[in-house]
């Protein structure tokens, strides 16, 4: 965690020397796009487009499906992925409150999508339920109901 905050602090600290360097030569002038910003932002373009290719549901008997749904009284993330909706249900409960894998499960879970139903569920006080919720609800977490 440390090493990714300082490496993020570096990155800024490098992009602001240059765009402040810029920016002394003619403060009328405004900056123009650095050649490798372009190429970065083509990479997580092409990155983004390839994803969304080799993740996408192609079966006419497929679920993609995400939404806020209400469990236990508050709006809840889930989200449901299968290619065919025949399948039995594999419910992903991640290690919330406060952490959740949803966002990087996605690739770890595409092939399991073959043979099941995958639903994964950001429970009360992790992630997209979380931001919809608000942290108000941090004194209804507890094991009885977790459980």
Known sequence: MLRSALACGL???????TALGQFAKDPQQPIGLDPEYRKLDALVSFLRGRNAEQF?????????????????????????????????????????PGDVTSCW???????WEEHFTVVQWDQRGASRTLGKSSPAVAPTLRVDRMA
């Open 105 to 111: 499960t996605f690739a770890l879970f595409a092939p």
């Open 56 to 96: 996408s549901i192609r079966s006419p008997t497929g679920i993609d499906e995400a939404s806020c749904v209400p469990i236990g009284g508050i709006e809840q993330w889930v989200r449901i992925r299968e290619q065919d909706r025949t399948n039995p249900v594999l419910l992903l409960l991640h290690g919330g």
């Open 11 to 17: 990155l800024l600290i490098s992009l602001g020397g």
